[in-house]
T-cell receptor, first 111, second 113 residues
Framework: KQEVTQIPAALSVPEGENLVLNCSFT??????LQWFRQDPGKGLTSLLL?????REQTSGRLNASLDKSSGRSTLYIAASQPGDSATYLC??????????FGTGTLLAVQP | NAGVTQTPKFQVLKTGQSMTLQCAQD?????MSWYRQDPGMGLRLIHY???????DQGEVPNGYNVSRSTTEDFPLRLLSAAPSQTSVYFC????????????FGEGSRLTVL
């Protein structure tokens, strides 16, 4: 059974710092890996989707990588801003688009 | 562009009551799904649908029922509410039933007393 782990559970950084969020998974037979952002009391917003055949995806200040052989993905956020404060969730996509989620990393960017 | 719309946003039920959480999407997505989010558990898949008339169970289907009569709507029914069903429920849709970006609604917060 796929298990997805995100470490750390919480992270606080000063504004402007580059940071890396980690996601690990136990079963490498995934269709894709997705990173989401969740603001308090809100739904999830898709940030990046990496198909299983890809190694990384970039969008603005965000870069996500995927290493299926080691069961790891990272989300790199460059030049962090207070508006980046949120919970970041990774999810492994299986057959018929079923997602297995990690429990998230709560990020606080201090001005 | 509404995206995925969920109603109600908040609901309080008594044990044994039934209710339906509504989900509608205006993106002509074939794939729709329901997740529940609980503290420390992450999001877990309840039911999903790959098209009108087709539904299947996810990881935690017990106590819930779904139907998909149209492409746009995917209601989630709680048959006899239990305190264990207190949670935040999210509906999501995707253009692809195989491997595509999921678009989520704002969530429905349910409390069962």
């Amino acid at each position: 059974k796929q298990e997805v782990t995100q470490i750390p559970a919480a992270l606080s950084v000063p504004e402007g710092e580059n940071l890396v969020l980690n996601c690990s998974f136990t079963d490498s037979a995934i269709y894709n890996l997705q990173w989401f952002r969740q603001d308090p009391g809100k739904g999830l917003t898709s940030l990046l989707l990496i198909q299983s055949s890809q190694r990384e995806q970039t969008s603005g200040r965000l870069n996500a990588s995927l290493d299926k052989s080691s069961g790891r993905s990272t989300l790199y956020i460059a030049a962090s801003q207070p508006g980046d404060s949120a919970t970041y969730l990774c999810a492994c996509g299986g057959a018929t688009n079923k997602l297995i989620f990690g429990t998230g990393t709560l990020l606080a960017v201090q001005p | 562009n509404a995206g995925v719309t969920q109603t109600p946003k908040f609901q309080v039920l008594k044990t044994g009551q039934s209710m339906t959480l509504q989900c509608a999407q205006d993106m002509n997505h074939e794939y729709m799904s329901w997740y529940r989010q609980d503290p420390g558990m992450g999001l877990r898949l309840i039911h999903y649908s790959v098209g009108a008339g087709i539904t299947d169970q996810g990881e935690v289907p017990n106590g819930y029922n779904v139907s998909r009569s149209t492409t746009e709507d995917f209601p989630l029914r709680l048959l006899s509410a239990a305190p264990s069903q207190t949670s935040v429920y999210f509906c999501a849709s995707s253009y692809s039933a195989v491997s595509g970006e999921l678009f989520f609604g704002e969530g429905s917060r349910l409390t069962v007393l």
